[in-house]
Structure formats: structure tokens, C-alpha cells
């Protein structure tokens, strides 16, 4: 016989004599002459209930079958007399795989997101990080199937890099040198050059895309930005698209498609996993998220926003003036409570933005764009490329970054094309259709400054 994750069994359209189960215990209860277990393997949100007869084989180590320990059992598959639950299985035998003596830190109660964190080696057999992480994966695919749909070519782009997409300077350097020796000379390095982990695939994406025309990474980026926010993460996976032939307008465009349909995937096609969350986790998700399903994204223009944000009464801690990056305060104001909606703000002042954006006609601001969600704030940034070799050449001089970036500039010298692309975080997406407030709670083993556990 062969085991069933509890997926399938719970989906029996009949009963069925014989069947074998496993998986963790998360409760037993002891009647006379006979127990119940529930039984959960983490392939979906519920669990089986056991009805263990004393007797049976196996059942003398009923006793320490305490929760969190493994069990596998076999037996019929019958409708359960039970409310809640359509089947259960009443066992002919049972067996103790693994033990959990009663020092198990997952005991049946509520615990703390905190402790949780501690514990993140087994927090994935709680009810709620079950469905953080089967809502994660479902993701994953459908990030996958959405662009191989509107055949986009996936582009695995390299995760130790010389080049710093952002110009922020927040990476991590890689090097076979000890520091606590004295370090030594880039030049002595393994790559015989400063080297670092990657902040974003973006340019050696603009490379792919400007060959196959409509490509996408998605992979690890690393940041070592010493920002200790419920948003941030040192390491997190983002998912950036590339398009040719295509400008600000377009990118916008598939940015919104994209988000929207994620929602739809989440809502639709994992409505258990989606209940809990809008039950225990944030009961304002459902309406929230059937708003991006229905309602149309907003637009407005940096300039729009600032004015926006200067009109209105709200006190903020950071002042608002043009030409001044916007606060996750701002961004949440727009999105939250001006708004009500997922907003896009685009061309922004040329100075609070990366090299390779493009220059707009107006001297001022670049074809950039920020995708702003209520209870995330950004969760895509964005722009059209510039193409235009002289404007980029001399942008690039001016930041310094004349020195091995020959490469880009060669995609402006020959066949250049107007493109365009966004980079979405992905654990920001995961947070937004789950309303899990912490970045560190839809994070596997999340890497924050101070925090490299595990
Ligand atoms: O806005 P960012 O910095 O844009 C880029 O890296 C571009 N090269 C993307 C592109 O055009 N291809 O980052 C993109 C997104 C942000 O909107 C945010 O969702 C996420 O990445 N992000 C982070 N997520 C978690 N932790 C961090 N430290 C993040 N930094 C950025
Ligand atoms: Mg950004």
C-alpha cells in the first residue's frame, strides 16, 4: 500500500477501504476504548482525523504518540459522523515513526510571531506558515506559467556580479581573501576584481531582451542595506521582466496585469490557505484584494503626487518637497487613504533615480515607475530604459561608472531599441495576498542585519 498525502484523501468523492496516511501529530484525544488523532501532513490547511481503536496493531504505543510526533496509519476511508470534516479514517493499524517527547516547542496554543522566528525549523508545521509557504510555491508557479503564457524566455542572470545595477553601493562583496589577514588586493582576488552578490539582474536582463526580445529573471537578489523595516530583507527573490520595443506606458501596463493576476491565482485557485489568512491574519484582506481584482490601478505623475501629499492635512515625519525621494509614509498615504487602490506613480526627478533610466523631455524627470499596494507600499519599481548612447554615455560618466560597463553601453552602439522592465519583490507579493505584516514571516530562513540563523 501506498501512502496518500492527506491532500487527496480529503478530496474522496466515496469511501474507501483501504487507504495509508502520514504525517505530524497535532492533537490526540483519549476516549474509552478508543483515541483520536489528527493527523496532518502539510499537503493542505486540514487534517485527518484517526479513530484508533485500542487493540489494534500498533496501538500499544498509543501512549507516545504525543503531538508533533510522526504516525502513519492505514485503514478505511469513512464519512465522519463528526462536524467539519467530511471523512475520516477509522484505522486497522497504526505505527510510530518518529517520537516527540513533550519538550516539543509547537504545543497547541498561540504563539508569538517572535518566538516563531526561533523556531523556524519547525514553524512550517504550524497552521499558518503551512499556508504562508504553500501560497509561496503556488506563486512561484504561477510567476512561471504567467510569462511562458505571453512567451517570455526566463534568463537565469548571474548571482555574483562586478557591476552595481542600483549605484546605491548596498552589496555584499564575495572574496576568497580573510579579512581578519588583512584582506588583500582586488587584483589577488578570485576574480581577480572586486566581486559582489547581486542586487538585481536588470542589466545583463536588458542584455537577453535586447536578443530575444521579451525575457524575465527570476532569482536571489542580496542587499546589504542596514535597514531593519518589516519590508526589508538582505536576501530576498525578485522577478524582473524585460521588454523590448516597449516604453513607460507598456511596462505599466504589464506591471498591473501581473500583480492582478497573482491576486487571482491566490484567491481563486488556494481558497482554504486564503480563508485562514483573511480570518486570523487580517480581516480586511478579502475586500482589499477583491478590489485589485475588480477596480482599475490608479496613475499619477511624481509631480501629481507631491502635489497630492502637500495638499492634504495628514502630519508626516519626513517633510514633502519636489525633487525628494517619497517616504513609505507618503507612498502608504496614496495607496491606503487617498487612493483606496493600488496606485502607479511614474516620472520621477532625475536625480533620486538609478543611471539607467530614461531621460524625459523635460530635462527633469525620468520615465520611472513605482507600484505602490496598501499595506506594502512599493512593491515594484520600474522605468524604460535609455537607449540613446550619448545620453547614456555621459550620464554614466558623470556617476563614475565608466569602468567595466563597456558592455551596456555596447547594447546602445549596436541595434539599440527602446525597452523597458520592472523588478517586483517577491516576498512583498507574498505579504500583500497573504496580509502577513512581516517580511520575515513569509521568508523560509530570512537573512536581516544581525540575522544569519539557521
Ligand atoms: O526598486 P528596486 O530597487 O528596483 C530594481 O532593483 C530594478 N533594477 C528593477 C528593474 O527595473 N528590473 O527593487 C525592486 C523591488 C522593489 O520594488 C521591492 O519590492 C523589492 O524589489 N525590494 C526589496 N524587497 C525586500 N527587501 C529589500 N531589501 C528590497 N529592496 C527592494
Ligand atoms: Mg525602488
Redesign the pocket.
Known amino acids: 500500500m501506498r501512502r496518500e498525502l492527506i491532500k487527496r484523501v480529503l478530496q474522496s468523492a466515496e469511501e474507501r477501504s483501504e487507504i495509508q496516511v502520514a504525517g505530524w501529530v497535532r492533537t490526540r484525544r483519549d476516549a474509552k476504548g478508543f483515541s483520536f488523532l489528527e493527523l496532518n501532513d502539510g499537503s493542505c490547511l486540514g487534517s485527518l482525523q484517526v479513530v484508533v481503536d485500542e487493540g489494534i496493531p500498533g496501538s500499544e504505543q498509543l501512549k507516545q504518540m504525543l503531538t508533533g510526533s510522526a504516525v502513519s496509519a492505514f485503514g478505511a476511508l469513512v464519512a465522519s459522523p463528526a462536524k467539519g470534516q467530511a471523512w475520516e479514517l477509522h484505522a486497522t493499524g497504526v505505527s510510530l515513526v518518529g517520537e516527540a517527547p513533550e519538550d516539543y516547542p509547537l504545543q497547541k496554543k498561540r504563539h508569538s510571531a517572535e518566538f516563531m522566528r526561533e523556531i523556524a525549523h519547525l514553524r512550517p508545521r504550524a497552521n499558518l506558515y503551512g499556508a504562508v509557504f504553500r501560497v509561496r510555491s503556488r506563486l512561484t508557479q504561477a510567476v512561471h506559467r504567467f510569462f511562458a503564457e505571453r512567451d517570455f524566455v526566463n534568463v537565469h542572470t548571474p548571482i555574483i556580479t562586478a557591476s552595481d545595477?542600483?549605484g546605491a553601493g548596498e552589496m555584499f562583496r564575495v572574496t576568497t581573501h580573510d579579512p581578519l589577514s588583512g584582506g588583500g588586493k582586488p587584483e589577488e582576488d578570485f576574480f581577480e576584481k572586486a566581486a559582489y552578490l547581486t542586487?538585481?539582474?536588470?542589466l545583463e536582463?536588458e542584455a537577453f531582451a535586447c536578443a530575444l526580445s521579451n525575457i524575465y529573471t527570476f532569482g536571489p537578489?542580496f542587499?546589504a542595506?542596514n535597514?531593519h523595516t518589516s519590508?526589508?530583507?538582505?536576501e530576498?527573490w525578485?522577478i524582473?521582466?524585460?521588454i523590448a520595443f516597449c516604453d513607460l506606458e507598456g511596462d505599466m501596463d504589464l506591471a498591473e496585469e501581473f500583480v492582478r493576476e497573482m491576486v487571482r491565482e491566490v484567491v481563486e485557485e488556494m481558497p482554504e490557505d486564503f480563508a485562514l489568512f483573511s480570518k486570523f491574519v487580517d480581516k480586511g484582506l478579502e475586500d482589499r484584494l477583491q478590489q485589485v481584482l475588480t477596480k482599475p490601478f490608479v496613475r499619477v505623475s511624481y509631480t501629481e503626487a507631491v502635489a497630492i501629499l502637500e495638499a492634504c492635512d495628514e502630519s508626516f515625519d519626513y517633510p514633502v518637497s519636489w525633487g525628494e525621494n517619497l517616504q513609505s509614509e507618503h507612498e502608504r498615504f496614496l495607496t491606503e487613504k487617498h487612493f483606496q487602490a493600488p496606485v502607479t506613480v511614474y516620472n520621477y526627478p532625475t536625480r533620486i533615480k538609478?543611471f539607467y533610466m530614461r531621460q524625459n523631455d523635460d530635462g527633469k524627470t525620468v520615465a520611472a515607475m513605482?507600484?505602490l499596494v496598501p499595506g506594502i507600499g512599493?512593491?515594484?519599481?520600474?522605468?524604460q530604459r535609455e537607449e540613446r548612447y550619448d545620453l547614456l554615455k555621459s550620464k554614466m560618466d558623470e556617476e563614475g561608472l565608466s569602468e567595466g560597463y563597456d558592455w551596456y553601453l555596447d547594447l546602445r552602439k549596436y541595434g539599440t531599441v527602446p525597452h523597458a522592465?520592472?523588478?517586483?519583490?517577491f516576498?512583498?507579493l507574498v505579504m500583500f495576498v497573504t496580509g502577513v505584516g512581516n517580511?520575515r514571516d513569509v521568508i523560509p530562513f530570512p537573512r536581516t542585519p544581525g540575522n544569519c540563523e539557521f
Open positions: 545595477c542600483e542586487v538585481s539582474g536588470q536582463g537578489t542587499r542595506e535597514s519590508r526589508h530583507a538582505a530576498f525578485m524582473e521582466p524585460e538609478p513605482d507600484l512599493e512593491l515594484i519599481g520600474g522605468s522592465g520592472f523588478g517586483l519583490g516576498e512583498r517580511i
